[in-house]
């Protein structure tokens, strides 16, 4: 059995001028024990515009900062939001190969398309399109990372 960690970074309001940064330095430390006491996995989302729910919208930024300070846990992007609005998918394997470089190879990557009409319509992404996106997308990616 493995066992794991995922993180959405929630920050309750009422907010001052520490909370968000209180939020990700007290995931990590939380990261740190995790891989200590034996934790096999480390996974971090990235949303959008969600107010408490999620302050995560660069995973790999901070996921970055947990690969510097532990060595063996696996980590891992989930998800990377894949239709085009979100992010450019080229942008995409360029950061996530960065990420599992600066890991030495530790990198999980998991790709989704959004859960919620409030990041869509902030990102101008069409509901009716964006799985064709998304599909394209986790074809283009692995080919970037061999070819």
Do not use: C
Not at 47 to 72: D, K
């Amino acid at each position: 059995m493995k066992f794991g960690l995922l993180y959405e970074i929630e920050v309750l309001q009422p907010w001052d001028e520490n909370s968000h940064r209180n939020a990700f330095m007290e995931a990590l430390e939380q990261i740190k024990l995790a891989e200590e006491v034996g934790f096999d996995y480390v996974w971090e989302v990235e949303h959008h515009f969600l107010g408490e729910f999620s302050i995560s919208s660069a995973p790999e930024v901070f996921l970055s900062a947990v690969a510097q300070h532990t060595s063996r846990i696996r980590i891992g992007h989930g998800v990377a939001l894949l239709p085009f609005g979100y992010n450019h998918p080229i942008r995409v394997a360029e950061r996530a190969a960065v990420l599992d470089i600066m890991s030495n190879g530790r990198l999980e990557f998991g790709t989704g398309r959004s859960a919620t009409q409030y990041e869509m319509e902030a990102f101008g992404v069409d509901p009716e399109t964006n799985r064709a996106e998304w599909d394209e997308a986790v074809r283009m990616i692995p080919k970037m990372w061999t070819q």
